[in-house]
C-alpha cells in the first residue's frame, strides 16, 4: 500500500469486511503489475485518497459472496475486471455497455490492521494484496484450465491491446497495421493484429529489445524510431501508409505520427495515458498526409473498450487454443515484497511483465 504521496510502497496487515451484497471477497493468485499502478505512485495518488492499495490485474479464487450473488460459488476462479458496465448510464441504458463510463465498485471493505483506515482500491480493485473485495459482476468466471498466473495478464494491458484492435478500431483481414511503443499493451496490439489476419504489421519503437519482443508476437517488420523517420519508414514499407495506426505510449509526437502513417481513410487509435497538461497539432492541410485530405479518422482507446463478462472468457479461449501468447509477456515471477524492485525495472524497460505470486 501507499501511505502518503511520494512514500515508497509498503506492505501491512489489513482487515477485511465480510462482502456486502451484491460483493465478492477473493483470495488472490496472482497480480500483474501495471504501469498504472506505478503512474499512481509517480502522480501522488492521482487524486485518490490515501492509503492506497495498488495492483488491479488480479486472478484468484472466489472465498465467499454476500447477499444476493448467485452467479458465483466459492472456489471459482476469476479475473477481476475494473470495468464493469453500470447498466444504468446512457451508454447503457441504449445497449451499448462497452461505451459506459462508470463501474460498479463493492464498498470500501480493506482497513489497516494499524488504526483501521479504509484502503483506497486503485480502480476498484486492489490486487496487490491476499484478498480483496469487489463487486460480483467484476469477478469474471475463468475456465478451470486456465492458469490464474496468466490469466491476471487479461485484466489490464492485454484486453486493453487486443481490445483496440477488435473493439474500438477493428483491423479486418488483408489490413496493414502499424504499432508505436512496444511494451505490454503495444505487443497485445500487435498480438490482436495477427488474431485478426492483419497481412502486414509494423512495430516500431526506439528500443531495439522491445523491437525484438515486437518480432517474437506477430510484428512482420520493425521501424526503429531513434534511426529513422518511423512515419516515412512506415509509408514505404506498407506502400501508401497503413490502414490502422495504434499508439500506445501516450505522447502527443506519437498521437501525431500514428495518423501522418495512414494510408488514405485509415484510422488512428491512441492508446497511451497522456500527461495531464498533454496536446497534439495535426497537420489538416498536407495534400498527401493531413487529417482532411487524408480523410484520416482517430479514436482513443480505453482499456480496449472491454466488454470482460464477454472478452475475458474469449482471450482466455485465444490463449488456450494458443493464439494469444501470455506466456512470453511473463517476463518475471515475484512475491509481493518486490513491487518497488518491479517499478524500478519498469523504469528501465527490460520487463514486458512482473507477476505477483500468492
Ligand atoms: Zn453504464
Ligand atoms: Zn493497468
Same mark, same amino acid.
Given at each position: ?27 488472490? $493468485?496472482?497480480?500483474? #503489475?501495471?504501469? =498504472? ?10 487524486? +485518490?485518497?490515501?492509503?492506497? %492499495? ?18 458465483? *460459488?466459492?472456489? &471459482? ?6 470495468? $464493469?458496465?453500470?447498466? &444504468? ?29 479504509? %484502503? ?6 486492489? =490486487?496487490?494484496?491476499?484478498? /480483496? ?7 469474471? !468466471? +475463468? ?6 498466473? !496468466? ?6 494491458? *492485454? ?5 483496440? /484492435? ?39 519503437? @526506439? ?21 529513422? &523517420? $518511423? ?27 500514428? #495518423? ?28 498527401? /498526409? ?7 479518422? @482517430? ?5 480496449? &473498450? ?13 490463449? @488456450?487454443?494458443? !493464439? ?6 511473463? =517476463?518475471? =515471477?515475484?512475491? %509481493? ?22
Amino acid at each position: 500500500m501507499l501511505l502518503e504521496p511520494g512514500a515508497p510502497v509498503v506492505i501491512e496487515e489489513i482487515v477485511i469486511d465480510p462482502p456486502g451484497p451484491g460483493e465478492v471477497l477473493i483470495r488472490l $493468485a496472482a497480480s500483474g #503489475v501495471c504501469h =498504472t499502478d506505478l503512474h499512481v505512485k509517480n502522480m501522488k495518488g492521482m487524486g +485518490m485518497s490515501f492509503p492506497i %492499495l495498488l495492483g488491479h490485474e488480479g486472478a484468484g479464487y472466489v472465498e465467499a459472496v454476500g447477499e444476493g450473488v448467485t452467479t458465483l *460459488v466459492p472456489g &471459482d476462479p476469476v479475473v477481476i475486471a475494473y470495468r $464493469a458496465p453500470c447498466g &444504468d448510464c446512457p451508454a447503457c441504458l441504449r445497449g451499448d455497455p462497452r461505451r459506459c463510463w462508470m463501474a460498479l465498485r463493492a464498498k470500501q471493505r480493506i482497513h489497516r490492521k494499524n488504526g483501521g483506515d479504509l %484502503l483506497t482500491q486503485v480502480l476498484r480493485c486492489g =490486487t496487490f494484496s491476499t484478498h /480483496t473485495v469487489v463487486h460480483h459482476k467484476a469477478a469474471i !468466471k +475463468m475456465p478451470k484450465e486456465m492458469p490464474l498466473d !496468466k490469466a491476471c495478464l487479461l485484466a489490464c494491458g *492485454v484486453v486493453t491491446g487486443v481490445g483496440a /484492435t477488435l473493439n474500438t478500431a477493428p483491423v479486418w483481414a488483408g489490413a496493414r497495421v502499424a504499432v508505436i511503443g512496444c511494451g505490454g499493451v503495444g505487443l497485445s496490439v500487435i498480438q490482436g493484429a495477427r488474431i485478426a489476419h492483419a497481412k502486414q504489421i509494423i512495430a516500431v519503437d @526506439l528500443s531495439p529489445t522491445k523491437l525484438e519482443w515486437a518480432k517474437k508476437f506477430g510484428a512482420t517488420d520493425v521501424v526503429n524510431a531513434a534511426e529513422v &523517420d $518511423a512515419v516515412a519508414k512506415v509509408r514505404e514499407l506498407s506502400g501508401e501508409g497503413v490502414d490502422f495506426a495504434y499508439e500506445a505510449v501516450g505522447l502527443p509526437k506519437c498521437i501525431d505520427q500514428a #495518423v501522418r502513417m495512414l494510408a488514405y481513410a485509415g484510422t488512428a487509435t491512441h492508446i497511451g495515458l497522456p500527461e495531464s497538461n498533454a496536446s497534439v497539432t495535426l497537420d489538416l492541410g498536407d495534400m498527401d /498526409t493531413g487529417f482532411y485530405w487524408n480523410k484520416a479518422k @482517430l479514436c482513443v482507446c480505453h482499456c480496449g &473498450d472491454a466488454l470482460p463478462s464477454n472478452d475475458f472468457p474469449l482471450l482466455a479461449q485465444l490463449y @488456450l487454443q494458443g !493464439k494469444l501468447d501470455l506466456d512470453g509477456m511473463v =517476463t518475471k =515471477t515475484i512475491g %509481493l515484497e518486490d513491487v518497488e524492485e518491479a517499478f524500478e525495472m519498469m523504469e528501465t524497460g527490460d520487463v514486458i511483465r512482473s507477476v505477483i505470486l500468492f
